[in-house]
């Protein structure tokens, strides 16, 4: 995901999402969301089939809905059966209490039959061409307001969405379509079904006047277009890069999750959403000098957001540093190391920006609602930069086969930081401990100052490395003398080393192949 031209402020204040309520005490196996919308209004009329099973013996349970408030936006749920039998209920702003005895283990189906307005999560609205689109929007936890369902990543679930709209529009979402049946009165239903199960996050639908084009197959997945139609032969050509990306994943990663891969002009507020099988991206994408670093980001995230998935928004990194170091990788692939390092030294800057004015871990517990505070350079470039560290620190070889183990493991499911520590350490052999905790769950970074003097009479460089935070760091320092690079391990506040050289450097570069998220002072003293 990258936000696109809002700051991350206005993001903050305008989506200001509750804190990440849970229920352990079920699963969902199953949705079958039954949408109808209309061109009179923007009332959504809503049936939710929901599969679920019981983790502990209950006499009632929750979902997530966000009901109609005083604005006249949200959801009211009208009636909720089980095998027909009518179901009590409450609901609350942004709760429905179900009223249900039900055993530990025991599956249950549930019918909710609702509607109203969105007031968010659906974006109903026009593109710039002035034609009418519904956009689903779901990220972090904004998908309850036009969807009963237990709104946060941990709790994953098949999807079947049935569309029935006025019969201009064409329907996208998530998995195959199965079925369009026109109706009288010009509608038409458009029914998809996902296979594999997914977050709430990336569950959703696209409703507008498409033009459609099927530039390619990967093996036996077919790439989709989705554009308004005056985008028609901009967004033709600029998408097609996906079918150089794709592969490069499979091949690097392991098999890819779903069924199809749709990319599609949108009205997202983000820059791209990585909706499973059906990439949203903003507006002017399709004329974005930008287009293919944006989707190897978001074709990058089927793998490490949509199929291996975080437990909590803490552990976001999981899906928004992996993303971004997978974008780094398919173009130092494509284009050369030098693209990689260009890349590292402005996601380096952009971290050390950002820890001035926010210092906090990358696994950030303290933030227990307006996930959207969590879309920053933490959980983006820093966490890009630990896996390019970690990738230094093993080797490509290990690296990779601890990667391809991680996603393997934890396909169709979640993990945490933790999760992927252990399966990084079994790859390896290595104890990775102090690593992830110095670089995730330690706020900061190492700030060296690095000072040097030659002394003509000896021929060496004499050199103390200074580590000016408050917090120690132990890592690989690299120094390059006049070309020549020298690796120091680095561990306690203050390191000296002596080098011997033929003649006074010309010139001293600490990292000079850019391997390390630090800030560096280099003066000669005197």
């Given at each position: 995901?990258?936000k696109?031209?809002?700051?991350?402020?206005?993001?903050?204040?305008?989506?200001?999402?509750k804190?990440?309520?849970?229920?352990?005490?079920?699963?969902?196996?199953?949705?079958?969301?039954g949408?109808?919308?209309?061109?009179?209004?923007?009332?959504?009329?809503?049936?939710?089939d929901?599969?679920?099973?019981f983790?502990k013996?209950?006499?009632?349970f929750?979902l997530?809905?966000?009901?109609?408030n005083?604005?006249?936006?949200?959801m009211?749920?009208?009636?909720?059966?089980?095998?027909g039998?009518?179901?009590?209920?409450?609901?609350?702003?942004?709760?429905?209490?179900?009223?249900?005895?039900?055993?530990?283990?025991?599956?249950?189906?549930?019918?909710?039959t609702?509607?109203?307005?969105p007031?968010d999560?659906?974006i109903?609205s026009?593109?710039?061409?002035?034609?009418?689109?519904?956009?689903?929007?779901?990220?972090?936890n904004r998908?309850h307001?036009?969807?009963?369902?237990?709104?946060?990543?941990?709790?994953?679930?098949?999807?079947d969405?049935?569309?029935?709209a006025?019969d201009?529009?064409?329907?996208?979402?998530?998995g195959l379509?199965?079925?369009?049946i026109?109706?009288?009165?010009?509608?038409?239903?458009?029914?998809?079904?996902?296979?594999?199960?997914?977050?709430?996050?990336?569950m959703?639908i696209?409703?507008?006047?498409?033009?459609?084009d099927?530039?390619?197959?990967?093996?036996?997945?077919?790439?989709?277009?989705?554009?308004?139609?005056?985008s028609k032969?901009?967004?033709?050509?600029?998408?097609?890069?996906?079918?150089?990306?794709?592969?490069?994943?499979?091949?690097?990663?392991?098999p890819?999750?779903?069924?199809?891969?749709?990319?599609?002009?949108?009205?997202?507020?983000?820059?791209?959403?990585e909706?499973?099988s059906?990439?949203?991206?903003?507006?002017?994408s399709v004329?974005?000098?930008?287009?293919?670093?944006l989707m190897?980001?978001e074709i990058?995230?089927?793998?490490?957001g949509?199929a291996?998935s975080?437990?909590?928004?803490a552990h976001?990194?999981?899906?928004?540093?992996?993303?971004?170091?997978?974008?780094?990788?398919?173009?130092?692939?494509?284009?050369g190391?030098?693209?990689?390092?260009?890349r590292?030294k402005?996601?380096?800057?952009?971290?050390?920006?950002?820890e001035?004015?926010?210092?906090?871990?990358?696994?950030?517990t303290g933030v227990?609602n307006?996930?959207?505070?969590?879309?920053?350079?933490?959980?983006?470039?820093?966490?890009g930069?630990?896996?390019?560290?970690?990738r230094?620190?093993?080797g490509?070889t290990l690296?990779?086969?601890?990667?391809?183990n991680?996603?393997?493991?934890?396909k169709?499911?979640?993990?945490?930081t933790?999760?992927?520590?252990?399966v990084?350490?079994?790859?390896?052999?290595?104890?990775?401990?102090?690593?992830f905790?110095?670089?995730?769950?330690?706020?900061?970074?190492?700030q060296?100052?690095?000072?040097?003097?030659y002394?003509?009479?000896k021929k060496?460089?004499e050199?103390t490395?200074?580590?000016?935070?408050?917090?120690?760091?132990e890592?690989?320092?690299?120094?390059?003398i006049?070309?020549?690079?020298k690796?120091?391990?680095?561990?306690?506040?203050?390191v000296?080393?002596?080098?011997?050289?033929?003649?006074?450097?010309?010139?001293?570069?600490?990292d000079?192949n850019?391997?390390?998220?630090?800030g560096?002072?280099?003066?000669?003293?005197?």
């Amino acid at each position: 995901m990258r936000k696109c031209f809002y700051s991350l402020l206005l993001l903050v204040i305008a989506f200001n999402t509750k804190a990440q309520v849970q229920f352990p005490a079920i699963d969902v196996l199953h949705y079958t969301f039954g949408i109808r919308l209309n061109d009179v209004n923007d009332t959504i009329k809503g049936k939710a089939d929901i599969e679920l099973k019981f983790l502990k013996d209950v006499k009632k349970f929750q979902l997530n809905l966000v009901k109609t408030n005083s604005s006249g936006k949200g959801m009211l749920v009208s009636s909720i059966t089980e095998h027909g039998k009518n179901i009590s209920f409450s609901q609350d702003s942004d709760l429905i209490h179900i009223n249900v005895v039900a055993k530990a283990g025991s599956s249950h189906y549930f019918i909710i039959t609702y509607q109203g307005i969105p007031a968010d999560g659906l974006i109903i609205s026009k593109n710039e061409f002035g034609h009418r689109t519904f956009f689903g929007d779901n990220w972090p936890n904004r998908a309850h307001n036009w969807l009963p369902c237990a709104d946060y990543p941990a709790d994953k679930a098949l999807v079947d969405f049935i569309v029935t709209a006025p019969d201009h529009y064409q329907v996208i979402a998530n998995g195959l379509k199965k079925q369009e049946i026109t109706l009288p009165n010009h509608l038409r239903t458009t029914h998809y079904k996902e296979t594999s199960p997914l977050p709430t996050k990336v569950m959703v639908i696209g409703v507008a006047d498409f033009a459609i084009d099927h530039p390619a197959d990967v093996g036996t997945i077919p790439l989709y277009t989705y554009v308004f139609p005056e985008s028609k032969d901009a967004g033709f050509k600029s998408y097609t890069i996906a079918k150089e990306i794709l592969p490069y994943y499979i091949k690097m990663i392991g098999p890819y999750a779903y069924e199809k891969l749709a990319n599609v002009q949108s009205k997202t507020i983000f820059g791209g959403m990585e909706n499973a099988s059906a990439i949203f991206y903003f507006e002017n994408s399709v004329t974005s000098k930008g287009i293919e670093e944006l989707m190897a980001h978001e074709i990058a995230h089927q793998w490490f957001g949509d199929a291996a998935s975080e437990k909590s928004f803490a552990h976001l990194w999981l899906s928004e540093g992996f993303a971004t170091y997978m974008t780094n990788l398919y173009l130092e692939n494509k284009y050369g190391t030098d693209t990689l390092k260009t890349r590292l030294k402005a996601d380096r800057a952009t971290v050390l920006k950002f820890e001035k004015r926010r210092l906090t871990p990358v696994v950030d517990t303290g933030v227990k609602n307006n996930f959207m505070q969590m879309l920053n350079a933490n959980s983006y470039q820093k966490g890009g930069w630990v896996l390019h560290m970690l990738r230094r620190k093993l080797g490509d070889t290990l690296f990779w086969k601890g990667i391809r183990n991680y996603y393997a493991q934890y396909k169709n499911g979640n993990a945490n930081t933790d999760d992927l520590c252990k399966v990084m350490e079994k790859a390896s052999g290595q104890n990775l401990e102090q690593f992830f905790k110095q670089w995730l769950y330690t706020a900061g970074h190492p700030q060296l100052n690095i000072t040097w003097k030659y002394d003509e009479a000896k021929k060496v460089v004499e050199m103390t490395i200074t580590q000016k935070q408050s917090t120690l760091f132990e890592f690989p320092l690299e120094i390059s003398i006049d070309g020549q690079s020298k690796i120091l391990d680095i561990k306690n506040k203050a390191v000296n080393a002596v080098f011997p050289v033929k003649e006074k450097p010309k010139a001293i570069i600490a990292d000079p192949n850019v391997n390390l998220l630090a800030g560096f002072e280099v003066e000669e003293s005197h």
